[in-house]
């Protein structure tokens, strides 16, 4: 179920089996997938090798990116498995001109992209107090960055091509829910959300919908995040803290993969993966709306 404002207060709405809801439908183009064309970064592993998956067995034409060249070939084979085409692309997302030649190797082999996830994605844990320049530099590099290149390199070509587009921006739940212990990961991940919002406004007349999807725990290897950190961005010391326990279960890639296509399908913003999620969220906005209230009187 979701929670919405009625009469001062938060009612109840009632979850489609998709795991998204009814409400918060968008029109625009429906895209159909069959013979389309989508890209997923971080495409090697977890929620995007699940999307690759699902695009492939919907009959779209995949392309993989990634820093994984084993796990891309990998899951470039299996899309191909489907009998579907597949190319795989090295892609450093924190790299504008790495982004813009995956793009340029996607129109160049396929002639358009429908789909595009700005999926990639790494966390690190720690307060605040203890962040180093380099942390910020390699979190919001891939989290927020990877996304903005992705727009900077697509967008622009997506809209030249005049045909309906969806753009799915992977941030987390830590983008709508500040947690200790995550102060670069939540900052990163707030910023993708703002970013979608606005972009879902701003590309409502071309055609193109945006959704965000906001997971929170989901069997990934995220938490090894490090081991593809640019040596250039590490730390002197290593003194990482322990991994934040996230509440609720921890989902298949492959349910999140199917719930992004449902949103997709229906052209909805917020993908919200856990149940788990409803009752800190609407904390939050009771919190917002009592601090408004509070200054009427």
């Avoid at 895209?31 to 919907?58: P, W, Y």
């Avoid at 212990?181 to 970013?195: D, H, P, W």
């Avoid at 081991?227 to 010391?237: D, G, I, Q």
Wanted: charged letters at 25%; aromatic letters at 6%; a positive charge.
């Amino acid at each position: 179920m979701s929670w919405r404002r009625s009469s001062g207060r938060f009612s109840k709405t009632r979850r489609s089996a998709s795991g998204t809801t009814s409400r918060g439908r968008r029109s625009g183009g429906r895209v159909e997938l069959r013979g389309r064309t989508a890209v997923v970064t971080g495409g090697a592993s977890g929620i995007g090798r699940a999307l690759i998956q699902r695009f492939a067995r919907e009959g779209a034409n995949v392309v993989v990116a990634d820093l994984d060249d084993a796990g891309m070939a990998a899951v470039a084979g299996e899309a191909q498995a489907l009998g579907v085409k597949a190319l795989a692309v090295r892609t450093d997302v924190a790299d504008l001109a790495q982004v813009q030649a995956l793009a340029a190797r996607a129109f160049e082999a396929f002639g358009a992209v429908h789909v595009l996830c700005n999926n990639a994605g790494v966390a690190m844990w720690g307060g605040l107090e203890s962040a180093t320049h380099r942390d910020w530099q390699w979190v919001l590099g891939v989290n927020l960055w990877g996304v903005i290149h992705g727009v900077e390199a697509f967008v622009p070509r997506m809209i030249a091509r005049g045909e309906p587009a969806h753009i799915v921006n992977t941030a987390s739940m830590a983008g709508l829910i500040a947690s200790k212990g995550l102060g670069v990961y939540n900052t990163s991940k707030y910023a993708v959300v703002g970013l979608s919002e606005t972009l879902a406004k701003d590309l409502k007349p071309y055609r193109i919908g945006v959704s965000v999807l906001c997971p929170l725990g989901v069997q990934t290897q995220i938490r090894q995040s490090e081991r593809n950190r640019p040596a250039a961005l590490r730390n002197e010391r290593d003194e990482r803290a322990a991994p934040v326990e996230l509440i609720g279960r921890s989902l298949a890639p492959e349910t999140v993969a199917d719930m992004v296509l449902a949103a997709i399908h229906a052209n909805e913003l917020y993908v919200i993966t856990h149940d788990e999620s409803l009752e800190p969220l609407r904390r939050r906005f009771e919190r917002i709306e009592r601090s408004i209230l509070d200054h009427r009187r």
